[in-house]
C-alpha cells in the first residue's frame, strides 16, 4: 500500500491499496511517475514511491495497455512476433545511448501498435505522433518494458546470459543473427516468415538448442 497527502494535482489524497505496483491500473502506474517527476511533492513522498516500485523487478503482463490510439503488448507477450521483440530491444538500446524525441517516438512506436501484424514501415509514422508523448507516459512505459524484459530473460536463461558487471561497452543485441538463423534460407521470404514468427517459439527453440550443446 502507498499513501501520498499533498494534492498539488490531485483531486484527493493518494491511496493505493495494493500489494505491489504490479497490481496498479495503467492510470495508478502514469500518476506515481507523475508525482516522481514533479518538484511538488516531497523527497520522502518520492522516495516511498520509488520503493514501491522497487519489488518486484520483473513481471509477465505489461501494465500499459494503450496510449492514445495504440495499444501495448498483450499478457506474456503472446502474440509478440520476434520481430517486434527485436525491434524494441533495438530501439530501447538506442534510447539509452542517446536520450532525444527522435528515439523516443521510435521506442514508443515499437511497443505500441495499431493491434495488427507489426510491420517495421509502419513504425515511422507513428512515431511521428508519439514523439511528444507525456514524460510520465514514457517513464511508466520504459519500466514496464524492463519488467517484462526480465521475466522474458528469466525464462530462457541459455538465450540472456548474465552480463558480467565490468566497464566495457554495452552492444545492442543482434537479433537478425538468430532470425537468420532460424530461416531455412537466406531469402526475403524466408526471413520474413520468421520475423512473423511468435517470439516465443523462436526463443524456446533457442533456448533449448543452447541448453543442449551445454551438456
Known amino acids: 500500500m502507498i499513501s501520498i497527502h499533498k494534492r498539488r494535482f490531485l483531486r484527493k489524497p493518494l491511496i493505493i491499496e495494493r500489494e505491489n505496483w504490479t497490481q496498479c491500473t495503467q492510470q495508478e502506474i502514469i500518476l506515481l511517475f507523475k508525482i516522481l517527476n514533479s518538484n511538488w511533492y516531497s523527497n520522502d513522498g518520492r522516495s516511498l514511491i520509488r520503493e514501491f516500485l ?15 490510439k495504440y495499444v501495448g503488448p498483450d499478457k ?25 524525441r527522435e528515439n523516443i517516438g521510435r521506442f514508443m512506436a515499437s511497443i505500441y501498435t495499431d493491434g495488427k501484424q507489426f510491420i517495421p514501415e ?7 505522433e508519439l514523439r511528444n508523448t507525456p514524460k510520465a507516459v514514457i517513464d ?43 530461416a531455412n534460407g537466406n531469402s526475403d521470404s524466408d526471413v520474413e516468415k520468421i520475423f512473423h514468427s511468435r517470439m516465443h517459439n ?3 527453440a533457442l533456448n533449448d538448442d543452447l541448453k543442449n550443446r551445454k551438456k
Do not use: H
Open 140 to 182: 511508466a512505459t520504459i519500466f514496464c518494458w524492463n519488467a517484462v524484459r526480465s521475466w522474458v530473460y528469466s525464462i530462457y536463461p541459455y538465450v540472456f546470459l548474465k552480463q558480467p558487471a565490468d566497464n566495457a561497452t554495452p552492444q545492442a543485441p543482434d537479433y537478425i543473427k538468430i532470425i537468420r538463423g532460424f
Open 202 to 204: 523462436i526463443l524456446g
Open 54 to 68: 522497487s519489488e518486484p523487478t520483473s513481471t509477465e503482463i505489461f501494465l500499459m495497455q494503450n496510449v492514445r
Open 122 to 128: 509502419s513504425i515511422n509514422r507513428r512515431a511521428s
Open 76 to 100: 506474456e507477450l503472446r502474440s509478440m512476433t520476434i520481430g517486434q521483440w527485436a525491434y524494441i530491444e533495438r530501439m530501447m538500446f538506442n534510447l539509452s545511448q542517446d536520450y532525444n
